[in-house]
Structure formats: structure tokens, C-alpha cells
């Protein structure tokens, strides 16, 4: 099946170190974008990636950083950098015509 | 700017009764998209619809329509006899055809369908 998917569901870390979420889509897109979502918040908008080996920060990308190597593949790190950690992460995708994104389960991220 | 405003926070109706979601936004451009999605307690956002600025035609699937009025700048939806299911956060977005084509969400509308 086609589709996106996001490891792990729930993850714990202790504040100061680094954490990588994973996100991989086999619907061959070439968009890919990271979003953080808190408690009754909108999505915000981290780092997006139109094509492989390019990058761009988005509103809230302090703290964080991205690698775009492979296109079925746009990994996220938290760095101890980000003073707020703690909140839902999702990962989306875009390809064809049209603008809409599809989105993966999400990652709960719990820094302790 | 580019804006979506979602100004009921939250929602509460008694099911089979009908409900309105309301989404207003903000643009300059004068070719856009809007969009819809879904966000059930699981979390994974599911995308609904996407309306592009030069079809105002309103649309329906199922129980689910929407009411997209240019003069007010308005993309609203509507469940009608809704179901217990249909709890979930939904959001609004809007996105216009700028080469980054990036995505405004709105801050989301929770509905709670009661039994």
C-alpha cells in the first residue's frame, strides 16, 4: 500500500539530547514538509523539502534540522537547541498537479 | 498575508443533528487552493476536499458539503446527520500557487458529536 509512514508512534528522550524522527513515503512525491502540532494548535510549519539534496526552513525551524538524501526519505532531528520540545510531529507529502499534502501517523514526542 | 481564521474553537451538537464548520481566509493572489482536512483522535490528518479559486461550485459527498462564496471569502462544511464517527478536529487550509507551495492551516475546529 501506498503511503506514508512515521517512526516511532510515542517517543521519550531526556532533555539535552538529540532525537531523529523518521519519515518515509513511497508515493513517489517529490514534497515532503514537517510540521509540529501542540495542544490545541494549529500545524506549524518546520522545514519542507520540494526535490532531493534541497531544503528550506520554515516558521518555526529553530532548533531543528533536516536531510533530504533520498527521495522517499526526510528525516527530522530535534536538537537539544530547541528549547520546547515536547508536541506532535507530522510528516506530509505533495506530488502530482494539485497542492494538497498527505500526512502520516504522527510522532508524540515527550522530552522528559 | 496569507490567513485562515476558524472561529469556533469547538463544537458540540447532539448526533443526527446538522453542523456547520466555518473557515474564512486571507489572500492576495487571485489563483489559490483551499482545502479541508480531518483530524480524527488518532492524530493522522485526512485530507477531505481541495477547491481551487475558480470553481465556486459548491460541492457534496455523502453527508459531507461545502460552501465556498468568493465575495465573502468564506469555505464552509457542513455535516448534515452527523455521526458519532465524525469527532475529530478539522481544519481549513489555503494555499496559493507560489512556487514553495506551502500550506496555512487555520487553528482548527473540535467537533464533539454527542450519543
Known amino acids: 500500500d501506498g503511503g506514508i509512514t512515521q517512526s516511532p508512534k510515542y517517543l521519550f528522550r531526556k532533555e539535552g539530547q538529540n532525537v531523529t524522527l523518521s519519515c518515509e513515503q513511497n508515493?513517489?512525491?517529490?514534497?515532503m514538509y514537517w510540521y509540529r502540532q501542540d495542544p490545541g494548535q494549529g500545524l506549524r510549519l518546520i522545514y519542507y523539502?520540494?526535490?532531493?539534496?534541497?531544503?528550506q526552513k520554515g516558521d518555526i525551524a529553530e532548533g531543528y534540522s533536516v536531510s533530504r538524501e533520498k527521495k522517499e526519505s526526510f528525516p527530522l532531528t530535534v536538537t537539544s537547541a530547541q528549547k520546547n520540545p515536547t508536541a506532535f510531529y507530522l510528516c506530509?507529502?505533495?506530488?502530482?498537479?494539485?497542492?494538497?499534502?498527505?500526512f502520516g501517523p504522527g510522532t508524540r514526542l515527550t522530552v522528559l | 498575508a496569507q490567513k485562515v481564521t476558524q472561529a469556533q474553537t469547538e463544537i458540540s451538537v447532539v448526533e443526527k443533528e446538522d453542523v456547520t464548520l466555518d473557515c474564512v481566509y486571507e489572500?492576495?493572489?487571485?489563483?489559490?487552493?483551499l482545502f479541508w482536512y480531518k483530524q480524527p483522535p488518532s492524530g493522522e490528518l485526512v485530507f477531505l476536499i481541495r477547491?481551487?479559486?475558480?470553481?465556486?461550485q459548491n460541492e457534496i459527498s455523502g453527508r459531507y458539503s461545502w460552501n465556498f462564496q468568493k465575495s465573502t471569502s468564506s469555505f464552509n462544511f457542513t455535516i448534515t446527520a452527523s455521526q458519532v464517527v465524525d469527532s475529530a478536529v478539522y481544519f481549513c487550509?489555503?494555499?496559493?500557487?507560489?512556487?514553495?507551495?506551502?500550506?496555512?492551516f487555520g487553528k482548527g475546529t473540535r467537533l464533539h458529536i454527542l450519543p
Open positions: 506530509a507529502s505533495r506530488g502530482g498537479w494539485y497542492n494538497e499534502q498527505f
Open positions: 477547491r481551487n479559486s475558480f470553481d465556486e
Open positions: 508515493l513517489n512525491h517529490d514534497a
Open positions: 489572500t492576495r493572489d487571485t489563483t489559490y487552493y
Open positions: 487550509a489555503l494555499s496559493d500557487t507560489n512556487r514553495d507551495d506551502k500550506i496555512i
Open positions: 523539502s520540494q526535490i532531493v539534496n534541497d531544503f
